[in-house]
């Protein structure tokens, strides 16, 4: 029977994914990418193979440690078909520490050695003028590209050496170290050793310790620039100036032409706007001076005390204006203040007088009393029946009459 690629990937699929179901694998970890998704990608290898595999963000929040390059782990998790592809991967759900990995325990070793020698230290300042570079790359490699054009555009001026070299392999240690010696010895201004990214295993040759040392040797500024911003070897380390990538060392090294035109243009003004400043300054000067010459003449001073004294008696008339208007102003206002007061005062005094007839109408004792009552009142007081007591005197009074009386007898209705 004659199947369709996506059906035989598809049944491969079912196969393995069932098959493999669990799996736990030892390893070394190499190529990590951490993804904006939030997920990361990398290979598991061992020094015979490698596999492909991807940890999925909602596992990756779970990892206690961040993944590094040659670090020796095992990976638990199940193995997926990538159907589309015709690949497989391991869909790693936890991942744990198996000690070092060989090359990074390699690349820490030496990194410690070189240090404890100073290797690190001694650090020659790049020069600001720079006619000649040496290249030390491969002539075939994308590197090599990236730094032509981003020299071409940036300073055309700068000449490029470009000494071809082997920059991955077994070998490639000792051409870079040769081609390093060989670019001194060519009287440049400036050295540059390159590659583009790939992964420790590629990058290796710059982490070897014939590498560093020729690095250290050389007297002619060196700039690193190894792999990707992520990267880091040896040589960035002992390197005059480490750069990111490879075209980000001719854009740190060489000047833009653009913005060196653009200065010189702005230079071009600033002369422009000095000697148009200095030109004005000395004019000013000279107008000065002769006006300085006509006020100190006889007749200038005369017009000058000319115009004090017409200064002066416009003051004098200008101040006695004001002094006269200033006082009618207050006359008026102290009129109109005292009216307003005694107008004030009038209105507060009869508001006064009506709440007092007011008060009085409503204490009169004719609207109190109905015709058949009488008030009682003792010692020019208002009473009541209960506070009086046998023998006391009191009146009894009316709208119309004051009786007054005495108490002979007291009986309470209440039992």
Request: net charge neutral; with cysteine.
């Amino acid at each position: 029977m004659i199947q369709s690629v996506s059906e035989l990937n598809n049944q491969i699929k079912s196969l393995v994914e069932v098959t493999f179901l669990h799996v736990s694998i030892k390893g070394e970890l190499s190529r990590i990418t951490y993804h904006n998704s939030g997920h990361v990608y990398f290979t598991l290898k061992d020094e015979n193979s490698a596999i492909s595999c991807v940890m999925f963000r909602g596992n990756l929040n779970k990892l206690k440690f961040r993944l590094e390059e040659g670090k020796g782990v095992v990976v638990h998790g199940s193995i997926s078909v990538f159907v589309q592809r015709g690949t497989y991967q391991i869909n790693a759900t936890s991942i744990e520490p198996d000690g070092e990995g060989a090359l990074a325990l390699a690349y820490e070793q030496l990194k410690q050695k070189l240090q404890a020698k100073g290797y690190f230290n001694a650090k020659k300042p790049i020069p600001k003028t720079i006619n000649t570079i040496a290249l030390v790359t491969s002539a075939t490699g994308a590197a090599l590209q990236d730094m032509l054009r981003v020299a071409s555009n940036r300073w055309p001026l700068v000449q490029l050496k470009i000494l071809d070299t082997l920059v991955q392999g077994e070998s490639a240690k000792y051409s870079i170290a040769t081609n390093i010696a060989r670019a001194e010895s060519l009287g440049v201004d400036l050295i540059i050793i390159a590659r583009g990214g790939g992964s420790i295993e590629d990058l290796w040759a710059f982490n070897e310790e014939c590498v560093a040392d020729a690095i250290f040797a050389c007297k002619t500024p060196l700039v690193s620039a190894v792999g990707h911003e992520i990267d880091f070897v040896i040589s960035d380390f002992v390197a005059d100036l480490r750069a990111p990538t490879p075209s980000a060392a001719m854009e740190m090294v060489l000047p833009d032409k653009t913005e060196m035109l653009l200065r010189l243009d702005e230079i071009a003004l600033q002369y422009k706007g000095y000697f148009e400043r200095m030109l004005m300054a000395k004019n000013q000067l000279i107008t000065h001076l002769a006006e300085l010459f006509r006020i100190h003449s006889f007749e200038g001073k005369l017009a000058i005390n000319k115009k004090e004294i017409a200064l002066l008696t416009s003051r004098f008339s200008q101040k006695f204006d004001f002094i006269l208007t200033q006082n009618s102003l207050h006359v008026r206002q102290i009129g109109e203040n005292l009216t307003f007061i005694t107008q004030k005062f009038l209105t507060q005094k009869q508001s006064k007088l009506q709440n007092l007839q007011a008060i009085l109408e409503q204490n009169n004792p004719a609207k109190n009393l109905h015709a058949n009552y009488a008030q009682v009142v003792k010692n020019a007081k208002k009473s009541t029946l209960k506070e009086l007591h046998i023998g006391d005197d009191f009146e009894l009074h009316s709208a119309n009459d004051i009786i007054k009386a005495k108490v002979i007898d007291k009986v309470s209705l209440q039992n």
